[in-house]
Nanobody, 115 residues
């Protein structure tokens, strides 16, 4: 049974930081292309960042220079360090395997609110 559980969200003021975590069970993050997505109310599911199995990364223009994606294989955990947060970063954040589009914003997610 594959499960990805996001955590680390919260409410912060603009300019603040949060570190999101995505812990996997029944699935090895290190061997997969993984992504962080977000969805604000009334908006489409948006790709935020990806990390490939070779370690290469991608960032949406809106977060480039502020967010950092990483993974800790020993913990089977994916991270998203978010700095200089802006109100427009407010959304539910999800992690998912890039190979399963139907689950990109389909998990429980973690709420990030920036005021």
């Amino acid at each position: 049974h594959v499960q990805l559980v996001e955590s680390g969200g919260g409410s912060v003021q603009a300019g603040g930081s949060l570190r999101l975590a995505c812990t996997a069970s029944g699935f090895t993050i290190g061997g997969a292309n993984m992504g962080w997505f977000r969805q604000a109310p009334g908006n489409e599911c948006e790709l935020v960042s990806t990390i490939a199995s070779d370690g290469s990364t991608y960032y949406a223009d809106s977060v480039k220079g502020r967010f950092t994606i990483s993974q800790e294989n020993a913990e089977n955990t994916l991270y998203l360090q978010m700095n200089s947060l802006k109100p427009e970063d407010t959304a539910v954040y999800y992690c998912a395997a890039m190979s399963i589009p139907s689950l990109w914003c389909g998990g429980q997610g973690t709420q990030v609110t920036v005021s």
